[in-house]
């Protein structure tokens, strides 16, 4: 029994020494194997997809929410007191400056002329009485025939009058003004909303009785973000400076996603920040001869923000991170990549701009950037200097 259990170790171990040499024999078989093959077995070159750099000019542009108003937004008020007998449009339709809007009743305004025409006569009554009043005084008062007082208290009376006659004339052009307000005109051209109040209405002075809106031009106001507001600002500083006017231009993308054919131009943008919005207020005007923009309608306004000339733009997946900052891996004439570090632009209609650090004529890497390596082997998929698919 103790010689039984001294021999069952030793064969465990013959065993295990049987099954190392084969493995070692089989590892140096696949090492001769391997021997034979192109690379010596390491990692075959990355496959990449590679763009040609071009020089090209480019424009970055932005889209803001905005909302349409007309140029000008015109209450239309009475100017007299009366009954409003009439309306002399259809509600909705257009109308000139100095087209007739509405009539009041002038009998109350004809009453009151010829009673400021009455008033008028009287004070022109009492100035010749005056007149003729003063010089017979004075005129006795270089004789000696009166007194001072009395030649001061005729002197009076002749001014008095005059004053009085001053006072209504004044009236006499009021009146005249009120009877011209019994009929009310349209201050601007553009489009006529609801009457505010029926035919037959007792009015006061200073009664909404409708509202113009001109259409044209339109005007979009909207709001930009304190970062392209800084640049608008120095926009408009530099124009300042050079005695120009503010004069950006502008597109417009209506609600249907359709671009408004005509341009239009940045008029005004706010010299202060909204502490509220973060943003600067700005507005942009727009031809509008065919009312196609309508005064409420939610809009987008398209601003070119900054213009690049010969510049190289990429793709922005072309663009990787390194600890030193952005690189673009160019592909040199060994066929290996090496990583050039850029200096980036803004980004224009999805492509980054890259103001530095490639140059045109080189052959960039767009696709196949994982786990690239500066001087890294690699294999040019498309087609040379062709664009590269996703």
Do not use: C, W
């Given at each position: 029994m103790p010689m039984e259990m001294f021999h069952r170790p030793m064969a465990r171990n013959g065993l295990i020494i049987a099954g190392l040499s084969t493995l070692l024999a089989m590892a140096g078989c696949s090492s001769e194997e391997g021997a034979g093959q192109p690379g010596g077995g390491g990692m075959p070159p990355a496959a990449v997809v590679v763009e040609t750099a071009e020089l090209s000019d480019a424009?970055?542009?932005?889209?803001y929410a905005g909302r349409?108003?007309?140029?000008?937004?015109v209450e239309v008020r009475a100017r007299i007191n009366g009954i409003l007998e009439e309306r002399l449009y259809d509600e909705g339709q257009m109308v000139s400056e100095g087209d007739a809007l509405f009539r009041i009743d002038r009998k109350p305004t004809e009453a009151?002329?010829?009673q400021a025409r009455a008033q008028r006569q009287v004070a022109e009554a009492n100035l010749r009485q005056a007149e003729r009043e003063w010089n017979r005084i004075s005129s006795l008062y270089e004789r000696n025939a009166v007194s001072e007082r009395d030649r001061?208290?005729?002197?009076?009376?002749?001014?008095?009058?005059?004053?009085?006659?001053?006072?209504?004339?004044?009236?006499?052009?009021?009146?005249?003004?009120?009877?011209?307000?019994?009929?009310v005109k349209?201050?601007?051209?553009?489009?006529?909303?609801l009457e505010d109040l029926p035919e037959g209405s007792l009015i006061d002075a200073g009664t909404l009785l409708t509202t113009i809106v001109q259409l044209d031009p339109v005007h979009?106001?909207?709001?930009?973000?304190?970062?392209?507001?800084?640049i608008r600002r120095a926009a408009r500083e530099g124009m300042a400076r050079s005695g120009e006017k503010q004069n950006v231009?502008?597109?417009l993308i209506l609600a249907d996603g359709n671009e408004y054919p005509l341009d239009g131009r940045i008029d005004f943008t706010a010299s202060t920040l909204d502490p509220r919005t973060g943003s600067v207020s700005a507005r942009a005007v727009f031809p509008n001869p065919e009312q196609v923009v309508v005064p409420g309608q939610f809009v987008r306004v398209r601003v070119e923000l900054q213009s690049f000339e010969d510049v190289i733009t990429v793709p922005e997946k072309a663009v990787a991170q390194s600890p030193e900052g952005p690189v673009v891996y160019v592909v040199d004439d060994e066929g290996k990549a090496r990583a050039r570090l850029a200096e980036l632009g803004p980004v224009s209609n999805g492509r980054q701009i890259v103001l530095s650090g490639l140059e045109a004529g080189e052959r960039f890497i767009v696709s196949g950037l994982s786990n690239l390596r500066d001087?890294?082997?690699?294999?040019?998929?498309?087609?040379?200097?062709?664009?590269?698919?996703?």
């Open positions: 424009s970055v542009r932005h889209d349409a108003r007309g140029a000008r937004e009151a002329l010829q001061d208290s005729a002197q009076s009376a002749k001014e008095l009058a005059e004053a009085n006659l001053a006072v209504a004339n004044a009236g006499m052009t009021q009146a005249e003004l009120n009877v011209g307000y019994a009929q349209a201050p601007i051209n553009g489009v006529t909303s979009v106001r909207f709001a930009l973000p304190e970062n392209d507001a800084t231009s502008a597109r001087g890294a082997q690699v294999n040019v998929t498309n087609a040379e200097g062709g664009e590269g698919a996703d």
